[in-house]
């Protein structure tokens, strides 16, 4: 992110704010959670979002992430 323009200014504003807000909403979240990861297995492991705007580039890396995810899960007994 950069600042030298005004698009990047806002950008690092807005990043900076979230990281700043980050920790009280996560603990928000988690309160509301309640104990352990619901029955549907939200909480459970990492999760991705391939939107519907994503890019070529968006495409390679989620492909290049699933395919490294099922290379080392066929390695876990």
């Known amino acids: 992110m950069s600042s030298r323009t005004r698009h990047g ?27 352990g ?15 519907a705007v994503s890019s070529r580039l968006d495409d390679a890396a989620f492909t290049a992430i699933t395919a490294a995810a099922d290379e080392i899960r066929s390695r876990l007994p």
Do not use: K
């Open 9 to 35: 200014g806002l950008r690092l504003a807005l990043a900076v704010e979230a990281a700043r807000t980050w920790p009280d909403w996560r603990d928000r979240v988690r309160a509301a959670a309640g104990e």
């Open 37 to 51: 990861p619901a029955a549907d297995g939200w909480g459970a492991g990492t999760h991705m979002l391939l939107d």
